[in-house]
């Protein structure tokens, strides 16, 4: 059996560039219990697959960490099962 998985929307401030987009992949992916993040650049967001328990602040302050601001939680959305 699988854990379950949300979706956990972010609004990221402070993106410019594509090497931004991969520094938050990055920093989003290595919080422990996210098992992937799409970051998008034009929308200045994020989405991230994450275990519920995994809290906002430390998303944002994986994000803030790599020099953005503003991260914030958006809204969180439980996984489809079919």
Not at 23 to 42: I, N, Q
């Amino acid at each position: 059996m699988t854990s379950p998985i949300v979706y956990i929307d972010l609004g990221i401030g402070g993106m410019t560039c594509d090497d931004c987009v991969v520094h938050g992949t990055e920093a989003l992916e290595s919080v422990p219990g996210v098992e992937r993040a799409t970051v998008d650049l034009e929308s200045r967001s994020a989405v991230v697959e994450a275990a519920p328990d995994v809290p906002a602040a430390a998303l944002a302050a994986a994000v803030r960490a790599t020099g953005h601001y503003n991260a914030f939680e958006r809204r969180r959305r439980p996984a489809c099962d079919g």
